[in-house]
């Protein structure tokens, strides 16, 4: 059967099927129902219809659930309502980090003490702050689902934030960096990410961002750039062999979608490589893209040959929101063309002052 969307089917007797989960078997493990349909949207609706009633609050509360029972409905509720990029992001954090230890625990049982313990264990078990913190937001709306006793009320649980120093590049690695792209982006070169790496570094785009730009994205008569896009490669929970896809969705957030004016310099770099509105910025071609992971494995090569420090690409996004507050960027504005949706984030995650601006300030005080 012809496969549509996330869980449609098209039957060879011409009707849509569409199946969602209904209920619990006797062992406990989840029970499905299929719905038909004349068309894929009446599927659809259908399915969502009966997702929405399902998943109502009042109706998830099997006393005896095992929490792996009660995370796999939760994510068949959040799967018709997020991206799927942000799914992927949940199954990978429910299957590695939630089911090892959480997983055979009767969430009736399960006690905040437990849940404390487990939080507490995160970091030190080697993940990052934001992933750790990303674990246990899923944990709490797992529980908040299932509707958890209050001897489990997890909500005042927390990680505690201790952000490390994020790398920003010296002034001097960036203009060895920005001279050695300079030469290798300009239109005698067949290195193109090597453009795209500099447009990051002066625009603080995401590297999704950059590897989704198309050149009609990019205006050369009002010089500006255009991100209503990003790509990423996400798991493909389909069945069909693949385990994941490429993807080309809206931006991170609302935010996100924004127009951001070129720096001067670059206007003749985009313009000797120019090619058809439709194709790929780092390619040149309609069809053909580059994934991030392969920008990133670029943008490695790229500094090793600068005998710059090791740095992942998005430090550059870090490095370009530091320069434009050491030139008296606006914050405002710069929290704009970064896509953030409050200036609070774009001071206390991008912005960092360097040794030579905090050297600056401190001759400013004067008896």
């Known amino acids: 059967m012809p496969r549509t969307g996330a869980n449609i089917y098209k039957r060879k007797d011409g009707r849509w099927e569409a199946r969602c989960v209904s209920g619990y078997k006797a062992d406990g493990s989840l029970k499905y129902q299929s719905l038909y ?7 659809k609706r259908k399915q969502i219809e009966a997702a929405a009633q399902r998943y109502a609050p009042a109706a998830v509360e099997p006393p005896e659930i095992l929490l792996e029972h009660a995370a796999a409905d939760w994510l068949a509720s959040v799967r018709l309502r ?11 954090i429910v299957r590695l980090h939630v089911l090892p230890a ?21 970091i030190a078990g080697g993940l990052s702050l934001k992933t750790a913190q990303d674990v246990l937001m899923v944990t709490k709306a797992i529980l908040k689902y299932a509707k958890a006793p209050v001897c489990c009320d997890c909500g005042g649980i927390t990680i505690k934030n201790e952000p490390k120093e994020m790398r920003v590049l010296s002034k001097p690695e960036q203009d060895a960096l920005s001279q050695y792209l300079t030469k290798n982006a300009d239109a005698g070169s067949t290195n193109a990410p090597a453009l795209g790496v500099l447009l990051s570094l002066y625009t603080g785009i995401r590297i999704g961002e950059l590897c989704a730009l198309r050149w009609q994205d990019i205006d050369l008569t009002e010089n500006t750039l255009h991100i209503t896009g990003t790509l990423q490669r996400v798991p493909d929970f389909s069945g069909e ?3 994941t896809r490429v993807t080309i969705t809206s931006p991170k957030s609302k935010c996100s979608v924004r127009t951001i004016p070129l720096p001067e310099f670059l206007i003749p770099l985009l313009q000797a490589r120019a090619a058809q ?9 309609k069809v053909r893209f ?78």
């Open 82 to 92: 997020v991206k799927a990029s942000t799914f992927g992001k949940y199954e990978r």
């Open 277 to 285: 509105p439709k194709a790929y910025l780092l390619t040149g071609e």
């Open 37 to 43: 349909a004349k068309t894929y949207a009446e599927a």
């Open 290 to 367: 580059v994934e991030p992971r392969t920008v990133q494995n670029h943008f490695k090569r790229y500094i090793v040959a600068c005998g710059i420090a090791d740095a992942n690409f998005h430090c550059l996004r870090h490095t370009f929101a530091t320069r434009c507050i050491e030139l008296g960027f606006d914050v405002k504005t710069l929290s704009k063309i970064l896509g953030h949706s409050s200036v609070s984030i774009t001071l206390g995650r991008y912005v960092h002052s360097s040794l030579d601006l905090k050297r600056a300030n401190m001759r400013k005080l004067k008896p």
């Open 102 to 122: 959480l997983g055979r625990f009767r969430v009736a049982l399960l006690s905040q003490a437990q849940v404390e313990q487990f939080a507490g264990g995160l």
């Open 241 to 243: 062999g693949a385990k």
